[in-house]
C-alpha cells in the first residue's frame, strides 16, 4: 500500500490525530510498537497563521517518528492554503485535511465535520491545498452529516478528483459524534466503488487485533486507523500486527503487566521531560484513566482516584509502583 512515495507495506495500521492525546511522546512509543505511520494532533490553521505558540509546538516532529503526518482544519480557504505551506515546512511526510471532527467548537463554526454542510467549500479547500504544496494531501471525513445525509460515495469520488492521494473514512456521521457502531458497510462500498483508485483508510470501531482482521478481509480497506482503543494502551499495535502478520497469533500482546506499566510509566516520564510536570502529568492522566491493564485489579477504584489527582510526578510514580506490588 502506498500514499504518494510512502510504501507501507501490506495491511498497514495507522495511529489516528487526536486532539491532546497525539504528542510526540505518544506517537513515538506506537511507532515502536508497530503504528505504521502516526499523525500529530490537529493543528488548527487560524491558529497556526497567527503564530499562536501552543498551536507552532504541534508541528514538531522527529525522524523516529516518520513516516508522520500532519493534520490541519479550518473554515477559511486562504487560511487553510496558507497553513498547509507552513506545515509543509515543518517536514512532515503527507498532510491531511480534517473534515471529519464532530465536536461543536470545530464543527460548530463549520470547520471539521462542518464541512460537510458545506461540499462545494471543502471540495475548493482540498483543490487549492493540493495545488498549494508538493507533499501528499489526504483527507480524513465521516459519512455525512446525519443519517439522511450518507453522501461518502459520492463525496469519495469528488475528493479523489480534487487529487488526493488517500482518504481516510470514520465509519460514522458528524451526528452520531462517537455513539452508536461505525458503519463499515458504507466504508467498503466505497472501497468496491470501481471508480476510486486512491487507498481508503478505515476507521471506526477498532479495538481488537479481530477488528483489525474483520475490516481488512470483509471491507477490504487499505489500512486502518486506530483512534480511541490506543489510549493507555500503545501496544494495541504489537497485537494488530501480530494477528495480521502470524495467521496463528492470539491476537495477544504477549506483555506482562509489569511491562505495560513500565510503558505507562515511560510515557509519564517522555511527557514531563518534553512539556512540564503539570502539563505532562495531565497528558498522561488520559492514558492512565482509560488503560484497560488495571481491570482485573479489585477494589481499585480508590487508588485510581488518587492517581488521577496527583500532581507531582514523583507522587504519581509511587502511587504506580504501589499498584505494580497488588499483582505481585
Given amino acids: 500500500m502506498r500514499i504518494g512515495e510512502i510504501e507501507f507495506g501490506p495491511k498497514p495500521a495507522f495511529l489516528a490525530p487526536m486532539e491532546d492525546v497525539t504528542d510526540i511522546g505518544f506517537r513515538l512509543l506506537c511507532k515502536r510498537f508497530g503504528a505504521s505511520m502516526v499523525y500529530t494532533e490537529f493543528v488548527s490553521a ?32 486562504d487560511a487553510m492554503v496558507e497553513a498547509a505551506k507552513m506545515v509543509e515546512q515543518a517536514g512532515p511526510d ?10 461543536k467548537k470545530v464543527a460548530g463554526k463549520g470547520a471539521g465535520a462542518g464541512m460537510l454542510q458545506n461540499i462545494p ?19 480524513k471525513t465521516r459519512l455525512g452529516w446525519n443519517h439522511e445525509q450518507l453522501i461518502i460515495t459520492e463525496l469519495a469520488e469528488q475528493l479523489q478528483d480534487c487529487g488526493i492521494q488517500a482518504l481516510t473514512i470514520h465509519g460514522r456521521t458528524r451526528s452520531q459524534m462517537y455513539t452508536g457502531n461505525a458503519n463499515w ?31 481488512f478481509e470483509e471491507y477490504g480497506v487499505d489500512a486502518i486507523m486506530i483512534g480511541r482503543a490506543t489510549f493507555g494502551r500503545p ?59 488495571f481491570k482485573s485489579i479489585p477494589n481499585f477504584r480508590q487508588t485510581r482516584i488518587a492517581m488521577l489527582r496527583a500532581e507531582t510526578m514523583d507522587e504519581l510514580l509511587g502511587i504506580l509502583e504501589e499498584t505494580r506490588k497488588l499483582l505481585g
Fill in 46 to 77: 487560524e491558529a497556526l497563521i497567527r503564530n499562536v505558540k501552543s498551536t507552532i509546538s504541534k508541528l514538531t516532529i522527529s525522524d523516529e517518528e516518520r513516516p508522520v503526518g500532519i493534520q490541519i482544519y479550518g473554515r477559511d480557504i
Fill in 94 to 103: 503527507l498532510i491531511d485535511l480534517n473534515f471529519g471532527c464532530p465536536v
Fill in 121 to 139: 467549500k471543502m471540495l475548493e479547500i482540498t483543490r487549492k491545498v493540493v495545488d498549494a504544496v508538493k507533499l501528499p494531501v489526504t483527507v
Fill in 185 to 215: 458497510t458504507l466504508i467498503g462500498e466505497v472501497k468496491r466503488n470501481p471508480r476510486i483508485h486512491i487507498p481508503i483508510i478505515g476507521n471506526g470501531d477498532i479495538t481488537s487485533a479481530e477488528d483489525a482482521k474483520r475490516a
Fill in 235 to 293: 501496544w494495541i499495535f504489537k497485537e494488530v500486527r501480530d494477528s495480521l502478520d502470524s495467521p496463528d497469533s492470539s491476537g495477544n500482546s504477549g506483555l506482562s503487566f509489569n511491562t505495560k506499566l513500565d510503558i505507562l510509566e515511560e510515557l509519564l516520564r517522555i511527557n514531563v521531560e518534553r512539556i512540564d510536570e503539570k502539563r505532562g502529568i495531565l497528558h498522561t492522566r488520559r492514558h492512565l484513566a482509560a488503560t484497560p491493564i
